[in-house]
């Protein structure tokens, strides 16, 4: 075999998630098969860049990790060096382009959210040949239709909600489960929607209090003694806050959501009859093993930034979009949030079916219909 003529470093940065070690196994058996590189794994994302943590990349330190959750190289959300809180806030990405080019790289993939991404797009400005891979549970990345380790999540919530429903139904009780997203609604919606939820409440919609509970009244009325309540912990009531669990500079985002599922039980409790209560599945939505179409999805993300790299390609995020892969420059990417728009064709279907979204529904309604209605499931 002729000597590598490619140097390509990998990182994986902000929170776990499934699928990532099927990328990180997809970009580098790619790289070192079919392109004949040395990779570079940078531990606990861009923390091992700023500190200079590596590890060399075979072959087989990547084989047998496609159905693993998490990430083998580890991972970091305060590592961010342009604002490194092992150090105070302070600026060291200085430091993360020399320490590129100490090592020879020809390229960087990261493997990342939003945050990951604006990084990037950062570093991309100091020089680095950067190529980025988008993942997060939250859906909520601009550039691409679908990031890998949604779909596990989706399931992950939905089977909980399923088992949510007998509870409910033998007890008569409103039962609500709050689930993660941030600020963008897909794994309330979706999971909302897969397992029959009678309301759902996602933060692109501020909700009405007095109208979930005209809800949960009406169905008490009508013989159905329980509600299923699905939140997505950036939901807020109209003219309100977000309910926020911790807050610190030390994260990526200063603010850690949390807690809005209790917030809602209580007011709810002063307006119904039926007993409330509440279910955080919080980060068992981000562990275990990733869904089929979250592995296949990771690699071949994992394979087309492989293939980017090597074509010095780079400045770029990998993504999907209509069904076909492509990729997206960084400046298109970094800093946005991809939200839930009122004309979801998943949001018009819920609403066809008489779901609640904590609000009257003629205003919804009369924007959905405009949409055009999906032409496959």
């Not at 007890?171 to 939820?197: N, P």
């Not at 979009?321 to 839930?340: H, S, W």
Request: charged share 20%; net charge negative.
């Amino acid at each position: 075999m002729s000597t590598p003529v490619l140097r390509v470093g990998v990182l994986t940065g902000g929170g776990d998630c499934p699928g990532i070690n099927a990328a990180l196994r997809a970009v580098t058996k790619s790289l070192i098969l079919k392109h004949n590189a040395e990779v570079i794994g940078f531990l606990d994302g861009f923390q091992g860049l700023v500190e200079r943590r590596v590890e060399p990349l075979h072959a087989r330190d990547v084989s047998g990790i496609l159905t693993q959750g998490g990430t083998i190289l580890g991972a970091s959300n305060k590592a961010d060096p342009f604002n490194y809180q092992p150090r105070g806030g302070a600026d060291v990405s200085a430091q993360v382009a020399k320490t590129y080019q100490n090592l020879d790289l020809d390229a960087l993939v990261a493997i990342g959210g939003d945050g990951t991404m604006s990084i990037a797009h950062r570093l991309a400005g100091l020089g680095i040949d950067i190529v980025g891979v988008p993942k997060t549970i939250d859906n909520d990345l601009a550039g691409t239709d679908r990031t890998f380790g949604f779909d596990t999540a989706v399931s992950i919530a939905t089977e909980a909600i399923d088992r949510i429903h007998t509870t409910a139904q033998s007890h008569h009780r409103v039962m609500i489960v709050e689930t993660m997203g941030r600020y963008a609604g897909w794994i309330a919606l979706h999971a909302g929607v897969a397992s029959g939820a009678d309301v759902i409440l996602i933060p692109e919609i501020e909700y009405e209090i007095d109208e979930i509970a005209r809800v949960c009244r009406d169905r008490e009325r009508g013989g159905q003694h329980f509600t299923i309540v699905a939140i997505a912990e950036g939901a807020k009531q109209q003219d309100g806050e977000h309910v926020v669990q911790e807050r610190g500079a030390e994260h990526t985002d200063s603010m850690r959501l949390g807690g809005v599922s209790n917030v809602l039980a209580d007011q709810l409790r002063e307006r119904v009859d039926s007993s409330v209560r509440t279910t955080v599945l919080g980060h068992m939505q981000r562990g275990g093993t990733p869904t089929a179409y979250d592995r296949n999805l990771a690699t071949a993300f994992g394979t087309r930034a492989a293939a980017l790299a090597a074509a010095g390609t780079t400045g770029t995020m990998v993504a999907v979009q209509d069904g076909t892969f492509t990729n997206v420059p960084l400046d298109e990417v970094a800093d946005q949030t991809r939200t839930v728009p009122l004309n979801d064709p998943l949001l018009v279907s819920a609403l066809d079916l008489g779901a609640s979204f904590g609000v009257e529904s003629p205003a919804i309604q009369d924007q959905a219909d405009r949409a055009p209605r999906p032409t496959s499931p």
